[in-house]
């Protein structure tokens, strides 16, 4: 069925650190693909979401680009902040007409002063 | 508010014991979801409802677990016979429809503990 892979946390960074979490997916056809946040005691929100091969999605200084050669979707930040520590996930509506949010396993990010 | 709103936010169960988990989604969203959230994982899907209709109950994990969404907004979640299995957070979303672009909105989740 389909579904998304993100690489293992925690990652821990300093502040102004580059970020780069990993996440591909397995799909029939070419489903939308979004990136959720979860910050400490808060319910998940989208952070940002790409439609289409070669769109970017991009949200408070966070980026992902979809590419369908590479089944990926990783999400990047140039300087990551102490405020980004939450959990972030990787998602993708099922298919087969309902489009049901699916959701990678989370990675923790920890950013130290 | 303008969220999704759950209750209890926490909720202490003795085994055996059954229980109701409430969702109130955002006003006029036709979809809701519920998933489990095990510690350190992702969201499961449990169950999707549109409108009062149930359209997939594929992930509730046992015939313990029963949802409900009479009037085609409040949600309802019951547990019975609660098993130390069932501890986790539970998460209610909603959305405006499904299609491959709709964004869930999601509320805080209920941590269920059952000792």
């Known amino acids: 069925g389909d579904s998304v892979t993100q690489m293992e946390g925690p990652v821990t960074l300093s502040e102004e650190a580059f970020l780069t979490i990993n996440c591909t997916y397995t799909?029939?056809?070419?489903?939308?693909l979004f990136w959720y946040v979860q910050y400490p005691g808060e319910g998940l929100q989208l952070l940002l979401k790409?439609?289409?091969?070669?769109d970017k999605g991009s949200n408070k200084g966070f980026e992902a680009t979809y590419r369908k050669e590479t089944t990926s979707f990783h999400l990047e930040k140039g300087s990551v902040q102490v405020s980004d520590s939450a959990v972030y996930f990787c998602?993708?509506?099922?298919?087969?007409?309902?489009?049901?949010?699916?959701f990678g396993r989370g990675t923790s990010l920890i950013v130290h002063p | 508010g303008a969220g999704v709103s759950q209750s209890p936010r926490y909720k202490v169960a003795k085994r055996g014991q059954d229980v109701a988990l409430r969702c109130d989604p955002i006003?006029?969203?036709?979809?809701l979801f519920w998933y489990q959230q095990a510690l350190g994982q992702g969201p499961e899907f449990l169950t999707y409802?549109?409108?009062?209709?149930?359209?997939?109950k594929s992930g509730l994990p046992s015939d313990r677990f029963f949802a409900e969404r009479p009037e085609g907004s409040v949600s309802t979640l019951k547990i019975q016979r609660t098993q130390q299995e069932d501890s986790a957070v539970y998460l209610c979303?909603?959305?405006?429809?499904?299609?491959?672009?709709?964004?869930?909105?999601f509320g805080q989740g209920t941590r269920l503990t059952v000792v």
């Open positions: 979303a909603s959305s405006l429809g499904t299609n491959r672009n709709t964004e869930a909105f």
């Open positions: 799909a029939t056809g070419y489903p939308s």
């Open positions: 790409a439609t289409k091969a070669d």
């Open positions: 998602a993708l509506p099922r298919s087969g007409g309902s489009y049901i949010p699916t």
């Open positions: 006003s006029g969203h036709v979809s």
């Open positions: 409802f549109q409108n009062e209709a149930q359209l997939d």
